[in-house]
């Protein structure tokens, strides 16, 4: 079946543009998780969804960062006013449940 | 603060070979631990679990070992195969945490 996708697959963004990035958990999955990875690091938790509630926003590293997921499927991380240090791989996983997560193949964003 | 390291940023081994990659972490409430590899331009992928109810869990070619006294896991690659050349991450999470935790990746070279 489909797996986990994100779009657009590749982003470059001026300093102080606004992005969006998009993600489509499998169907039917009820977590939804977005992660931040760094050149040469592991993911980075940003954020963590059940359904279209977020239960957990502690990993967003700044009021700059948004996440969605309004009706409970499609989830979009939106970055304001981007800075150079938001340049990253922005991972989203779905999940039937909290430990074995499905990525899709990330948004890699680029702030010039 | 890096909960969980991954100490040794690549590996090489010869084909047929066993390969071992090595992860420590230091919350102890971790109570739940992940294998995944990546391909370049691909998400991560889930490999094995174990519970830190155990202390090995087998799947075909692939052992992972729990140390917890140690708080040391490690993935056992036996024997190794050239598509086994990747990036591995370890991760960990508390039950019921959503907030999981990686290691900074092995890249893995499998030579024919």
């Known amino acids: 079946g489909a797996g986990v996708s994100q779009s657009p697959r590749y982003k470059v963004a001026k300093r102080g543009q606004d992005v969006a990035l998009r993600c489509d958990p499998i169907?039917?999955?009820?977590?939804l998780f977005w992660y931040q990875q760094a050149l040469g690091q592991g993911p980075e938790f940003l954020t963590y969804?059940?359904?279209?509630?977020?239960?957990?926003k502690s990993g967003l590293p700044s009021d700059r960062f948004f996440a969605e997921r309004p009706e409970g499927s499609v989830s979009t991380l939106k970055i304001q006013r981007t800075q150079q240090e938001d340049s990253a791989v922005y991972l989203c996983?779905?999940?039937?449940?909290?430990?074995?997560?499905?990525f899709g193949p990330g948004t890699r964003l680029t702030v010039t | 603060d890096q909960q969980v390291k991954q100490n040794s940023p690549s590996l090489s081994v010869q084909e047929g070979r066993i390969s071992i990659l090595n992860c420590d972490y230091t919350?102890?409430?971790?109570?739940?631990f992940l294998w995944y590899k990546k391909y370049p331009a691909e998400g991560p992928t889930f490999l094995i679990s174990?519970?830190?109810?155990?202390d090995k869990n087998e799947d075909g070619r692939f052992t992972v070992f729990l140390n917890k006294s140690a708080k040391h896991l490690s993935l056992h690659i036996v024997p190794s195969q050239p598509g086994d050349s990747a990036v591995y991450f370890c991760?960990?999470?508390?039950?019921?945490?959503?907030?999981?935790?990686f290691g900074a990746g092995t890249r893995l070279t499998v030579k024919p």
């Open positions: 996983a779905s999940s039937p449940s909290s430990y074995e997560q499905y």
């Open positions: 169907s039917g999955h009820v977590s």
């Open positions: 969804f059940q359904n279209e509630a977020q239960l957990d």
């Open positions: 919350n102890s409430m971790f109570d739940y």
């Open positions: 174990i519970s830190s109810i155990k």
């Open positions: 991760a960990a999470s508390g039950y019921n945490n959503n907030d999981m935790r």
